[in-house]
């Protein structure tokens, strides 16, 4: 067993840096200070490893504490501008729930307590209990003023007053457990995907959501689910590997891809024009990656910007 790092101060660690790791440190106080206020665990343990030659812990001839600041702070930037569309796409998601489950069930809370009112088969039920359970506990509640004011006054929290407490976890949970009358009032609502992969987009936003929520590194996360084979996909000639595409279904551009068929296009173009600005002014800071590396890390194929080139069905 490898024994325990040791304990060292910002200026130890400075040291150690540019005597054992030849990292290029012009202006030691400015490392010092940043190690203090990111750490040095996420700073360079979690964006080293592109700085590094192949199959050693070396680092790349010059390369510089800065370059690695520099990846650290494309990666925050990153997060800040997809987290702005996820929630753009939450909220929607949360609104159409809201608006169609009421719809069909009714504005009682007793509507969306009751079991019956779920696609309950064998593979649903336990998420329904589970649901159920936090749904339960949200009406029950203290912590907001406006579901203390439905309580009092009118004893019943509709669905479009819970909702607002329910994380993009739950309300994708709720979508994947609801009636199939539902889910295709919401994907008819939506435009051009069906109940099965608006629930595979679902599944793999509310995974990157968490890591945006939560300031890990996102240009190289990919989650164990996956979204579907798309038209999109084989329109861009996306690359094979074993009857799987390599790049859009776990990764970052699956984001991308989702991006493209949930959000209005002015909004996407929005998206995208600053996206494309984020990955030129990164490519344009680090001179030890390539962009090809780095778009290779964040799942994005080399010709990622003709994604709106194409009709999505």
Known sequence: MAS??????????????????????????????????????????????????????????????EEIYSLYLFDGELRELFFKYLLQIERHLRSLISYYFSELYGESQSAYLNIDNFNDNGRNHKTILRLISTLTRAVKTTDYDYINYYRKTYDNIPLWVLSNVLTFGNLSKMYQVSSQSLQSRICKNIGTVNRRQMEQFLSVLTKFRNVCAHGERLFTYRTID???????????????????????????????????????PKDFMTFKKKLTWQIEHISDSVIHISKTELLEQMGFPHNWRNITRYHLN
């Open 4 to 65: 325990q790092k040791k304990f060292s101060t910002f200026s130890e660690q400075v040291e150690w840096l540019q005597s054992e790791k030849k990292l290029v440190i012009d202006d030691k106080k400015r490392a010092e200070d940043i190690l203090q206020r990111i750490g040095y665990f996420s700073l360079i343990g979690g964006y080293k490893y592109l700085f590094r030659v192949p199959l050693t812990k070396k680092y790349k001839e010059n390369t510089s504490f």
């Open 226 to 264: 996956a979204i579907a084979d798309l038209p999109i996909h084989r329109k861009m000639s996306i690359s094979l590997k074993g009857g799987q595409y390599v790049f859009g279904k776990r990764d970052l551009f699956a984001v991308v891809i989702a991006f493209r068929y949930l959000l209005l």
